[in-house]
């Protein structure tokens, strides 16, 4: 069965510095890889999601993304975060294949807060 | 979240009380879901569709009730509320891959069951 780790339930870092979430996945195949943000109270953002090629995704509000098929690992990195940052961010996949719908497996969440 | 629609964005219910939550989307999309979310555990698929007429089970879908009828139209009903079902429901849709597989989620729906 599909499962997503995200390692860390909090993570604190000054506004300007840079930030990585970490992202491991279990999957029979290089499944889709996704990243929303969510903030209090709100629905859920898309940062950026990868099905194939470039390894290294860009997404939205500087937010990037490297699948490392090797390590199952899909890392979301920010090179300086920015006090709006903080919010809830969550790492998902889903089957690589049109059948399987919309099937996401959520990991548990991260929790980013910004110091100033 | 353009283009999904959940409905409504806050309910409270007692216990033993049924209820539906509707969600629609107006981008055709072939495929729509419903997810929960509760704290420490992420979201979690209920019910899934591939399209009209077809659904199918999620991870926990025991007190869930789904149906189909049209591309649209996606609700999830709760037969008889348990306080367990306290949690923050999202709806979500996806095009097809020539679409861009960009999966909508709605603003989700706040449940309360007392």
């Known amino acids: 069965a599909q499962s997503v780790t995200q390692p860390d339930i909090h993570i604190t870092v000054s506004e300007g510095a840079s930030l990585e979430l970490r992202c491991n996945y279990s999957y029979g195949a290089t499944p889709y890889l996704f990243w929303y943000v969510q903030s209090p109270g709100q629905g859920l953002q898309l940062l950026l999601k990868y099905f194939s090629g470039d390894t290294l995704v860009q997404g939205i509000k500087g937010f990037e993304a490297e699948f490392k098929r090797s390590q199952s690992s899909f890392n979301l990195r920010k090179p300086s975060v920015h006090w709006s940052d903080a919010a809830e961010y969550f790492c998902?996949?889903?089957?690589?294949?049109?059948?399987?719908?919309?099937?996401?497996?959520f990991g548990t969440g991260t929790q980013l807060k910004v110091e100033l | 979240n353009a283009g999904v629609t959940q409905t409504p964005k806050f309910q409270v219910l007692k216990t033993g009380q049924s209820m539906t939550l509707q969600c629609a989307q107006d981008m055709n999309h072939e495929y729509m879901s419903w997810y929960r979310q509760d704290p420490g555990m992420g979201l979690r698929l209920i019910h899934y569709s591939v399209g009209a007429g077809i659904t199918d089970q999620g991870e926990v879908p025991n007190g869930y009730n789904v149906s189909r009828s049209t591309t649209e139209d996606f609700p999830l009903r709760l037969l008889s509320a348990a306080p367990s079902q306290t949690s923050v429901y999202f709806c979500?849709?996806?095009?097809?891959?020539?679409?861009?597989?960009?999966?909508?989620f709605g603003e989700g729906s706040w449940l309360t069951v007392v």
């Open positions: 979500a849709s996806r095009g097809t891959v020539s679409s861009g597989n960009t999966i909508y």
């Open positions: 998902a996949v889903g089957p690589p294949f049109t059948g399987g719908g919309n099937k996401l497996t």
